[in-house]
C-alpha cells in the first residue's frame, strides 16, 4: 500500500518568515493530495489541495508544489502568523477520487515564534 | 448549519466493555469514514463506506465494527477485542467518487481503563 513521509516532525520560524513542509508518498498511482491543518483537540482542517495534472497551486499565503517524477510534495506558508501554529498534515490517496481513504503522514508541528 | 458532529466528545469506559462512537453528516455525502490518531502519529484508516449498506476494512480494522444503515450516519464500535482502544478517533466524509475532499468532524477522544 501507500505510504507517505513527511518532515520535519517540528519546526519553528519567526513570525513572518517563511515556513516550508515536504512530504514523500511511495505509490505512482497516488493522484490527490491534501494538507490539513489540525488545531489542538480539534479535528484536522483542509487548507489545500492539489491534483496530480498540476504542478503548483496557490492560496493567498499558501502553496503547494508537486513533483511526480520524484514523488514528494510540499506545502509553503509566507509570511507566517502566530494563528498559524498547529499541526499539518499531509495526505496522498490512490486510487478513485480518495473515496477509499487518505494515507497521511505522521505531522509537522509548526511553531510560530513572535 | 451543515457539517459533520461526533459525540460525545468525550468518552470513558472500563476495559473489556464494548462502546459506539456517534458521526452524523447532513452534507449530503456519499462516503463517510473513520480514522483513529495516537499522539505523534498521523492518521490511520479504520472504515470506510462509499455508499448505504456498504463499507470496507481499512488499514487497522481489527477489533473495529461499522455499521451503515442510513446516508447521514457511520456509527463506529470499538469492541473489546481492540487490545489499545485510547485514542482520538475522527470521521470524515466526502462526496466519494470523484469528490476527492474529505471534510473532519471535531473527533471523539476515548479513553478505556
Known amino acids: 500500500g501507500e505510504n507517505v513521509e513527511q518532515h520535519p516532525s517540528t519546526l519553528s520560524v519567526q513570525e513572518g518568515d517563511s515556513a516550508v513542509i515536504k512530504c514523500t508518498y511511495s505509490?505512482?498511482?497516488?493522484?490527490?493530495f491534501p494538507w490539513y491543518k489540525q488545531e489542538l483537540g480539534k479535528g484536522p482542517q483542509l487548507i489545500i489541495d492539489?491534483?496530480?495534472?498540476?504542478g503548483e497551486k496557490k492560496d493567498q499565503r499558501i502553496a503547494v508544489t508537486l513533483n511526480k517524477t520524484a514523488k514528494h510534495f510540499s506545502l509553503h506558508i509566507t509570511e507566517t502568523q502566530p494563528e498559524d501554529s498547529a499541526v499539518y498534515f499531509c495526505?496522498?490517496?490512490?486510487?478513485?477520487?480518495?473515496?477509499?481513504?487518505?494515507?497521511f503522514g505522521k505531522g509537522t508541528h509548526l511553531i510560530i515564534q513572535p | 448549519d451543515g457539517g459533520i458532529t461526533q459525540s460525545p466528545k468525550y468518552l470513558f469506559r472500563k476495559e473489556g466493555q464494548n462502546v459506539t462512537l456517534s458521526c452524523e453528516q447532513n452534507?449530503?455525502?456519499?462516503?463517510m469514514y473513520w480514522y483513529r490518531q495516537d499522539p505523534g502519529q498521523g492518521l490511520r484508516l479504520i472504515y470506510y463506506?462509499?455508499?448505504?449498506?456498504?463499507?470496507q476494512k481499512g488499514d487497522i480494522a481489527e477489533g473495529y465494527s461499522v455499521s451503515r444503515e442510513k446516508k447521514e450516519s457511520f456509527p463506529l464500535t470499538v469492541t473489546s477485542a481492540q487490545k489499545n482502544p485510547t485514542a482520538f478517533y475522527l470521521c470524515?466524509?466526502?462526496?466519494?467518487?470523484?469528490?476527492?475532499?474529505?471534510?473532519f468532524g471535531p473527533g471523539t477522544r476515548l479513553t478505556v481503563t
Open positions: 470524515a466524509s466526502s462526496t466519494g467518487g470523484l469528490g476527492y475532499e474529505q471534510y
Open positions: 505509490d505512482s498511482a497516488s493522484n490527490y
Open positions: 492539489i491534483r496530480s495534472n498540476v
Open positions: 495526505a496522498a490517496s490512490i486510487g478513485g477520487g480518495g473515496a477509499d481513504g487518505l494515507t
Open positions: 452534507l449530503n455525502h456519499d462516503a
Open positions: 463506506s462509499q455508499i448505504v449498506n456498504d463499507f
